[in-house]
């Protein structure tokens, strides 16, 4: 008789898969625990300022420890200093609540998206502009629409693109639906996740999201898209996948924009096509 399946000795179990995908959390904890069996154990108390001082230092070097981005270690050794002055401060107890459900208003799902809030500018507005679709009434859409910015740059664009932008956060989506009004623009905004909206009727898909999204999206993509739709991506590229950036992106404070073009024959290629490679080679000094 076959023996049951068992996990292999090199298989991670759940207590490490658990570990592994939340570290950071448990390391924090860890640190935490520890405080508070100091005190619990009688440890006398100590100036302000040391207490400050061992909180950054714990702070820098777990993020060490957790090979964090450097900034991260300036900002976990200034997070205590912060805190114990802004308490110092006797602000009531209201305005920290309301601040906390600001930027819950405003991050929302970050923790689980891991795409955060930036505005892209005006530089990369104008030149995702040229990629829209020469037939007018085309239809585009940005996945995850921030304050709108982009969007509506591009409704205002000749020919009428019907512009869609999709995003999840309340607070920018309601800022973006009023500057729509504001601005009496066709374009649209919907509170809705992109991973639940189907692709297949859009020309033109916009993306400014994170390198954490990029693999799924693509799958997505890849599944979705009609032959001829273009997969603009700003400053992400596609793990694994050949990416072309357009000329003019990438440089001077412009991130690059990469693009995909959905083939005849169902598949996803990098570059923007003939007619798209035309609109940005006519501008390059050398042609
Ligand atoms: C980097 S901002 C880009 C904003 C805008 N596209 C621009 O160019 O200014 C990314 C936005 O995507 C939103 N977002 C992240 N995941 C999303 C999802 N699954 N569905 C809809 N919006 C999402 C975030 O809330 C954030 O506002």
Same mark, same amino acid.
């Given at each position: &008789?076959? %023996?049951?399946?068992?996990? =292999? !000795? ?13 570290h950071?959390?448990? %390391? ?14 009688? +440890? ?14 714990? /702070? ?20 205590p ?18 601040i906390?459900?600001?930027?819950? @208003? ?12 930036? *505005? ?16 007018? /009434? *085309? !239809? ?8 709108g910015? +982009?969007? @509506? ?5 000749? /020919?009428?693109?019907?512009?869609? /932008? ?25 509170? $809705? ?16 999201? =994170?390198?954490?999204?990029?693999? %799924?999206l693509?799958? $997505? +993509? ?29 440089? *001077? ?7 995909? !073009? &959905? ?10 096509g ?14």
């Amino acid at each position: &008789m076959p %023996a049951p399946d068992r996990p =292999s !000795r090199t298989e991670p179990g759940l207590a490490l898969a658990l570990w592994s995908r939340a570290h950071p959390q448990w %390391a924090s904890v860890g640190v935490l625990l520890l405080g508070w069996l100091l005190v619990a154990w009688g +440890l006398p108390p100590q100036p302000a300022g040391v207490g400050l001082a061992c909180q950054a230092l714990s /702070g820098v070097l777990l993020s060490a420890w957790l090979r964090l981005p450097v900034w991260w270690w300036a900002i976990n050794a200034g997070f205590p200093a912060a805190l114990h002055g802004g308490v110092a401060l006797h602000w009531p107890p209201m305005v920290f609540l309301s601040i906390f459900l600001t930027l819950t @208003l405003v991050y929302w799902t970050t923790f689980s998206t891991r795409v955060p809030l930036y *505005a892209s500018g005006p530089a990369v507005w104008d030149l995702m502009a040229r990629c829209l679709p020469p037939q007018p /009434g *085309a !239809r585009v859409i940005d996945l995850g629409s921030g304050l709108g910015g +982009l969007a @509506l740059h591009l409704a205002r664009q000749p /020919g009428s693109p019907a512009v869609l /932008g999709l995003e999840l956060a309340p607070l920018p989506w309601l800022l973006s639906c009023c500057r729509a009004r504001w601005r009496r623009s066709g374009c649209r905004f919907r509170r $809705q996740d992109y991973r639940r909206h189907d692709l297949s009727s859009y020309d033109l898909v916009l993306a400014y999201l =994170s390198p954490a999204a990029m693999p %799924a999206l693509w799958q $997505q +993509l890849v599944s979705q898209l009609k032959p001829g739709a273009c997969f603009v991506s700003c400053e992400f590229a596609v793990p694994g996948q050949a990416a072309v950036a357009l000329p003019g992106s990438g440089q *001077a404070g412009v991130p690059p924009l990469y693009v995909w !073009r &959905m083939g005849r024959d169902g598949v996803l290629a990098a570059g923007p096509g003939p007619d798209l490679e035309a609109v940005f080679l006519k501008d390059l000094p050398c042609s």
